[in-house]
Structure formats: structure tokens, C-alpha cells
């Protein structure tokens, strides 16, 4: 499987689950995705996101989007789309 990066982790809301992504490429809902930081390495499926507290099905680039994760997710992991 081909990974492409596509965004960033810039926050992370413990008490939510809750990450922010700020994205380099574009991302839909469905789409598998790869977080890999210095103590993050796991898999997930999209099933929702958020951009200014409205859920949304397809982000473009620049988009900051709202994100619930599995794990614990720390600003500046890589996130990539797996192919």
C-alpha cells in the first residue's frame, strides 16, 4: 500500500478524543489514514470530521478539520492517506 502525507497534527483535545489536522491534500470521509509521530504509529478509518463545528464529508487543502481518534495523537505527527 502507497501512503501519501497530507496534513499535520496541530492540537489535541485529551478530554474529547479530539485532534486537529491541518491538511496539505484532500480527505474524505471513508478514506483510511496513517498517523506516525515520535510515539504514534496506528491505522484508522475517517468516519467524520469537522471544520468551525460543522460535519463535513470532503476537505480540501488548508482546511483545518476536527478529527476523533482511536489513540492519542501529539501536534506535529505526520498524518498520510493510505492508497
Do not use: C, W
Not at 52 to 71: H, N, R, W
Request: proline share 1%.
Amino acid at each position: 500500500m502507497d501512503e501519501k502525507e497530507i496534513g499535520v497534527v496541530t492540537h489535541f483535545f485529551a478530554n474529547l478524543g479530539v485532534g486537529v489536522i491541518k491538511l496539505s491534500g484532500n480527505l474524505k470521509i471513508g478514506d483510511k489514514i496513517h498517523i506516525v509521530g515520535e510515539t504514534t504509529n496506528f491505522e484508522q478509518t475517517l468516519e467524520s470530521m469537522q471544520v468551525d463545528k460543522k460535519y463535513i464529508e470532503v476537505a480540501k487543502p488548508s482546511d483545518d478539520i476536527g478529527v476523533k481518534f482511536k489513540e492519542r495523537v501529539r501536534a506535529n505527527d505526520k498524518v498520510y492517506l493510505v492508497e
